[in-house]
């Protein structure tokens, strides 16, 4: 039997302007103390579906506003908002602009950010979702009572062999620099996760893939 493909609903600017700052959603998150263990089961049905080393779990937020006519566009480590006439498609400079993170919202995916494929280069593979996989994380996700504080975000092909990267914004413009450990600022949290690849839950971990730094003087 084939399995049933699940297709996110298109880009909803209002799913968007939801999202929290950082700071406040992980401080959200921390107030449900939602341990290692108790992710057992979400990071099995990543694993039963093959997709833990192409997605990974985000802390929903954002570092700036945006007006509902732009779009959240990754391109080379670097995050801007980009007017994408709707007329346009997916479609603009020649290339193309594909969803790379994801919320749910009601029960349902929205892309809520994007990476840019230049003419004949795919740096964002156009994702496709198993149905009972997508329905499976979301029961997970609101049974731990974290169904609107994390969502999925892609992950490039050697992430588990990379540094660790930090997000820095700067007015409405995210840079992601590698860093090591011993370089890690202080005021920093983890945003994205991806799960390791032991077979038990008890001889893993969830591996940081990108940090966020809470730059004071940016949130002024």
């Not at 731990?144 to 930090?166: A, C, K, N, Q, S």
């Amino acid at each position: 039997m084939v399995a049933a493909a699940y297709i996110p609903h298109p880009y909803q600017p209002e799913v968007f302007a939801q999202l929290h700052n950082i700071d406040e959603a992980y401080r959200r998150l921390e107030e449900k103390t939602v341990s290692k263990e108790m992710l057992g089961e979400v990071r099995s049905l990543f694993i039963r579906y093959g997709v833990h080393r192409t997605l990974g779990i985000m802390v929903l937020h954002k570092h700036f506003d945006m007006t509902p006519e732009e779009k959240l566009v990754e391109f080379g480590n670097v995050s801007t908002p980009w007017l994408v006439p709707e007329a346009n498609g997916d479609s603009v400079f020649g290339g193309k602009v594909v969803p790379r993170s994801w919320a749910f919202s009601s029960g349902h995916l929205y892309p809520i950010e994007f990476g840019f494929n230049p003419p004949t280069v795919e740096n964002f593979p156009k994702m496709s979702f198993d149905q009972d996989f997508v329905v499976g994380l979301y029961g997970l996700l609101v049974g731990l009572g974290i169904g609107d504080l994390v969502g999925l975000t892609m992950l490039r092909e050697d992430i588990h062999d990379m540094p660790y990267g930090i997000e820095k914004t700067v007015g409405r413009v995210s840079i992601t620099l590698p860093i090591t450990p011993e370089t890690e600022p202080t005021q920093a949290v983890e945003s994205v996760w991806t799960f390791g690849c032991h077979e038990r839950m008890d001889n893993s971990k969830l591996w940081p893939a990108r940090i966020c730094w809470v730059c004071q003087d940016c949130k002024k």
